[in-house]
């Protein structure tokens, strides 16, 4: 091995992700690979995406980073990935003594962790879920009820498949954001661009835990295969969000969708 390269079991320390990989016999990378990388940059906290493999890159400015960098690594071991580590062996170790006793399954939230979290669906999605009372993950519903799109809006992103597994859930615009995308068929980053909502789901992240049903991978949370929509606190349309004559975009029905929960959790008592 050259320069700072380093392996560890299924780890491997380097400096950077070169166009050569440097582990394989062929110098090639496969999806069996993926990048984790940890810096101190103050202008980000993290985020996902795909150079030559995909990876995830986290500031030590974003909270629980400790506990990110072990949730992504035990989780890529889960599929039998191999993960370079473009950070120094010293940053793994404190993150993995910190993690000592957990798991990406913990069944209790941790003190940096969201208490609610969202996932929204298309216009034409949400009376079929509403009726069959069941968020399901990309690959669920093509195999049971077939899909129009010919793959997720994740993979032009460069998620890994399994990642299809899955029921993603988010906060902000970004749930808004996949929504917009799957109708304009391609990946559309402006919240500022209109287009329809269907329902926005709010659940309760401590429930999800507690049941089992919650899953981290790092960057994201999830549930696997299927969400029954009992779990929701809450579901904004545009049939019970005020949006009072502004464009509908993501970023607008986002903000008066939150606020709606708002009101309805607080007529509730909680």
């Not at 902000?172 to 917009?180: C, D, M, N, R």
């Not at 009992?230 to 005020?242: P, R």
């Not at 903000?255 to 309805?264: C, I, M």
Request: glycine share 8%; aromatic share 12%; hydrophobic share 35%.
């Amino acid at each position: 091995m050259k320069g700072s390269e380093v392996k560890m079991g299924s780890l491997y320390f380097a400096d950077k992700v070169t166009k050569r990989n440097p582990y394989s016999e062929d110098g090639l990378y496969d999806e069996s690979w993926v990048e984790l990388s940890i810096d101190e940059c103050a202008e980000y906290e993290m985020f996902t995406g795909k150079t030559e493999i995909f990876g995830f890159k986290l500031s030590k400015h974003c909270n629980g980073w400790q506990f990110r960098v072990m949730d992504y690594i035990a989780y890529h071991h889960l599929y039998r990935r191999k993960v370079i580590i473009t950070a120094s062996p010293t940053d793994y170790e404190e993150a993995k003594a910190v993690y000592t006793g957990h798991s990406p399954f913990d069944r209790f939230l941790r003190s940096y962790e969201p208490k609610v979290l969202v996932h929204s669906t298309t216009p034409g999605a949400y009376p079929v879920i509403c009726r069959e009372g069941v968020l399901k993950s990309w690959q669920k519903v093509q195999a049971v009820n077939g899909v129009r799109e010919t793959a997720p809006i994740g993979l032009a992103l460069g998620d890994p498949a399994d990642f299809q597994e899955f029921v993603m859930l988010g906060s902000g615009v970004a749930p808004e954001i996949v929504v917009s995308s799957k109708q304009k068929g391609f990946v559309c980053m402006d919240s500022h661009c209109e287009y329809t909502p269907g329902g926005r789901f709010y659940f309760d992240v401590e429930q999800l835990a507690a049941d089992g049903l919650l899953v981290r991978d790092g960057c994201h949370y999830k549930v696997k295969d299927e969400l029954p929509i009992s779990h929701a606190l809450f579901c904004g349309t545009l049939q019970n969000v005020e949006m009072r004559g502004q464009a509908i975009t993501p970023d607008s029905f986002a903000q008066a969708a939150d606020q709606a929960f708002k009101r309805h959790m607080g007529s509730a008592g909680v």
